[in-house]
């Protein structure tokens, strides 16, 4: 007796089975951001300084601001205000268990933007909150804000280049660091700001090229050769600083600054004016890198064979993508990358070289990396936000006590950039896709 091979004899019994059961930790997201709006409208809303204003400096004296569409200032009531955006975030968060409770797959444009309005109001209620009775200059703390974000965004773009080419990049705190003191060093002996800031590339490359050497030639564990890179570099600046640089600063260690350059008429723009035209060739740089690597990674063919690499190194090879050259090339482009990053540590701020002064930016410019989702312009979106929380508390250091509202004890504000970054990757990011083959050494078979 035989027995017929069973198969499929109706093309609509083999339609795609689509899983849509909703995930385990589906109301996680939802629950951080209730318990967060609450906390906003007791804290900041409720307990907040009544009869008093929060007041927002938009425009200056001399702004391209025709007929004063803009406004000078913004004073808000700062126990009203709170209340107010407090109130918002929480409409936002219910409007996310709405989302999850209706589908298990959230449309994520919908997702994004009601996070998006979560984040802003919740940002928006605390500010109003901490500047009661006194004044905050808006256009100062964006302009803090990119000039932070800029050694971020090209160590989380590093990151990127890396990763999606399937090699772990843990040592982009080192890459900065060697970046930084390459721009310092260099353009010290050379008395050339700009051979300073094409220095700084060149000497993460070091750090690329042995990155590269131990997880992809000889297939060290990728997450310990990091580590002990970053080790590394923080050894080896910290020798140098202390032998050579701080004994003769005026020729190996002189603090240097890049020019701003100032972009005439849309300088003048209120609020965004200065913010993004009169900055230096760094933040400009980080602006056309992010563009470019966007085309790059997902609009060309060699943006094609780096993510097959990532996702399938042995599919790769077997259409004649060389796959450890590949990831060669990658790993030193990206550390080249978060060299740029490094310069501005230094050399895009005028100031001297410092030991440990990268200060754990790597680390958070891998969390932004993470946060946004192994895309350029997801990293650099993830960097903003970052540098937003590490702006907002220098400005917040620099207000007196003297003048009123609210006193923050000094280390919670050192706190708050971390405490951005642990709260985003937890709470926010959710489950992340990461390339399926990063981190595994390819052995050619």
């Known amino acids: 007796?035989?027995?017929?091979?069973?198969?499929?004899?109706?093309?609509?019994?083999?339609?795609?089975?689509?899983?849509?059961?909703?995930?385990?930790?589906?109301w996680h997201l939802p629950a951080t951001t209730t318990v967060m709006a609450l906390i906003a409208l007791v804290l900041f809303g409720?307990?907040?300084?009544?009869?008093?204003?929060?007041?927002?400096?938009?425009?200056?004296?001399g702004d391209l601001n025709p007929l004063g569409i803009v406004p000078e200032r913004i004073a808000v009531p700062a126990m009203g205000g709170a209340i107010a955006l407090s109130v918002l975030a929480l409409a936002a968060s219910a409007g996310l268990w709405v989302l999850h409770a209706r589908s298990a797959r959230p449309h994520r444009g919908a997702r994004l933007a009601v996070i998006a309005l979560f984040a802003v109001a919740w940002i928006l209620a605390f500010m109003t909150w901490v500047i009661s009775q006194r004044a905050l200059d808006v256009t100062t703390l964006l302009q803090g804000t990119i000039v932070l974000a800029v050694p971020l965004a090209f160590g989380a773009l590093s990151g990127v280049l890396s990763e999606r080419s399937g090699v772990i990049n843990i040592a982009i705190e080192g890459q900065l660091l060697f970046g930084a003191f390459g721009a310092t060093l260099i353009g010290s002996m050379t008395g050339s700001v700009w051979i300073g800031l094409?220095?700084?590339?060149?000497?993460?490359?070091?750090?690329?090229?042995?990155?590269?050497?131990?997880?992809v030639g000889y297939h060290v564990q990728q997450i310990i050769v990091g580590?002990?890179?970053?080790?590394?570099?923080?050894?080896?600046?910290?020798?140098?600083?202390?032998?050579?640089?701080?004994?003769?600063?005026?020729?190996?260690?002189?603090?240097?600054?890049?020019?701003?350059?100032?972009?005439?008429?849309l300088a003048d723009i209120p609020v965004l004016g200065r913010v993004l035209f009169e900055q230096n060739i760094l933040v400009y740089l980080m602006w056309i890198v992010v563009a470019g690597l966007t085309i790059a990674l997902f609009r060309t063919r060699w943006g094609l064979r780096v993510r097959a690499v990532g996702e399938h190194p042995k599919a790769a090879d077997t259409v004649g993508i060389a796959v450890n050259l590949t990831r060669w090339k990658n790993v030193l482009l990206g550390s080249a990358v978060a060299g740029l990053g490094g310069a501005t540590l230094t050399i895009g701020t005028g100031v001297a070289f410092g030991e440990e002064m990268s200060a754990g930016k790597g680390y958070i410019a891998l969390a932004a990396m993470i946060l946004g989702r192994y895309h350029p312009v997801g990293a650099l979106l993830a960097a903003l936000t970052f540098a937003f929380a590490d702006s907002l508390q220098l400005r917040l250091g620099t207000m007196s006590a003297a003048e009123g509202g609210v006193s923050i004890p000094g280390d919670f504000l050192l706190m708050l950039p971390y405490?951005?970054?642990?709260?985003?990757?937890?709470?926010?990011?959710?489950?992340?896709?990461?390339?399926?083959?990063?981190?595994?050494?390819?052995?050619?078979?």
């Open 198 to 215: 094409l220095a700084a590339p060149v000497m993460a490359l070091v750090m690329g090229a042995m990155l590269a050497l131990f997880a």
């Open 419 to 445: 405490i951005v970054a642990l709260f985003a990757v937890a709470g926010v990011v959710g489950r992340v896709r990461v390339p399926a083959a990063n981190g595994q050494p390819y052995v050619k078979q």
């Open 46 to 61: 409720l307990r907040g300084i009544p009869g008093v204003n929060s007041t927002y400096v938009l425009a200056r004296e």
């Open 1 to 26: 007796m035989s027995t017929a091979p069973v198969g499929v004899t109706d093309d609509s019994a083999g339609e795609k089975q689509l899983d849509d059961r909703r995930p385990r930790s589906w």
């Open 227 to 265: 580590v002990v890179l970053n080790v590394f570099a923080i050894g080896i600046t910290s020798f140098f600083f202390g032998t050579v640089m701080r004994d003769n600063p005026a020729m190996f260690n002189a603090p240097m600054r890049l020019p701003t350059l100032r972009i005439p008429v």
